[in-house]
């Protein structure tokens, strides 16, 4: 069973910037449409970011323009740099393939983002 481990994650003041990484224990990206999903207290978990095997990359309005998805198949990693971060971002983040979940979650990794 591939294993998914989230990390990167931190206090930052608004508008700063962060790099979360999501590592596979083994080789799913190049077969799979990979998302980044985040769980704010109380919410429900929401879809923020996916790449596709080929690199085609789509974003939720609320983060478009401000954070960027990226891949790296040789390292089975998947990257979400986050910039100008915004209070609403503050949240628990995950990896999973999409649209289905077909792996275990992670432990995520949180963002805390302060004023």
């Known amino acids: 069973q591939v294993r998914l481990v989230e990390s990167g994650g931190g206090l930052v003041q608004a508008g700063g910037s962060l790099r979360l990484s999501c590592a596979a224990s083994?080789?799913?990206?190049?077969?799979?449409?990979m998302g980044w999903y985040r769980q704010a207290p109380a919410k429900q978990r929401e879809l923020v970011a996916t790449i596709t095997y080929l690199g085609l990359t789509s974003y939720a309005d609320s983060v478009k323009g401000r954070f960027t998805i990226s891949r790296d198949s040789a390292k089975n990693t998947v990257y979400l740099q986050m910039n100008s971060l915004k209070l609403e971002d503050t949240a628990v983040y995950y990896c999973n393939t999409y649209p289905n979940y077909l792996l275990n979650w992670g432990q995520g990794t949180q963002v805390t983002v302060s004023s």
């Open positions: 083994g080789s799913i990206f190049s077969i799979n449409t």
